[in-house]
């Protein structure tokens, strides 16, 4: 099953054999943190490493004018498919429970996430991936006393960086959204303080993605870190904001995420 593709501003199936749309929820962590400079973590990072890796590659690839080495996986041909690469990684790294992994490998993903979907034609499978960084970001910001992260404490650099990953992913969304040829106005991604805790499912939609609802799950994007972070919603950083590149980083362990 695939999101809903725009271009030239119309809605369409996206074109995708092997995608699927995402959960917005995040899987159940592990009951404990691993141990610092341990076997599982080691073979955590190099795995997950090596994830990474090969998404970049595969990125890469979708723009390589040599196509003579047919050894390699074929590259991205939509950006669904980029969004379930990075899911299946985000989850083995939530399910770590380890901040230590979490917040640079979440930062890793998400920046990849951002960066890469300015070169394909905007799918609303973004936006549940979007709501699961969300998630995982805003638990880590307020971590309590069920949540493994609550002895953790994120840094003010690296506050810094996920606010600004927050906004300058919530102003790509946007933007990528527009060159799709999707009319996105202000008024349509303002909600009622009443609406803020429903969620806008534009995924399940057959053919109905109206552009009402695109806009208004683009107004939510990143609403719960921003929030937390004191990001003013309505902000958004100018359009020549530099990407990042985000940093690869990876795990091995497939016995402790059940995978």
Known sequence: MTGTQIQNGLLSPASSEHTHIPSDQLPVPRSRPLLPASHKETSLINFIDNR??????????????????????SGYTSFDQIIVDIDAVLDVVWISATPSIQIPYLLALAGHFRGYMHSFPFVTTSFPLARKFDLAFSR?????????????????????????????????????????????????METDEDETDMETDVTDTEDGASNQSIALSLGRVYERTLEILGGDLSSLPPPDTPRDQAPAQSTDDVEIIDL
């Open 52 to 73: 990474i890796l090969a998404i970049t590659r595969r990125y890469a690839k979708s723009f390589a004018a040599d196509e003579s080495d047919q050894s390699l996986q």
């Open 140 to 188: 880590l910001l307020s971590a309590t006393a069920d949540n493994p992260a609550v002895a953790h404490v994120i840094s003010a650099t690296e506050k810094v960086r996920i606010r600004s990953l927050a906004q300058e992913t919530r102003y790509e969304m946007i933007e990528v959204a527009g060159k799709s040829g999707l009319n996105v106005r202000q008024e349509d």
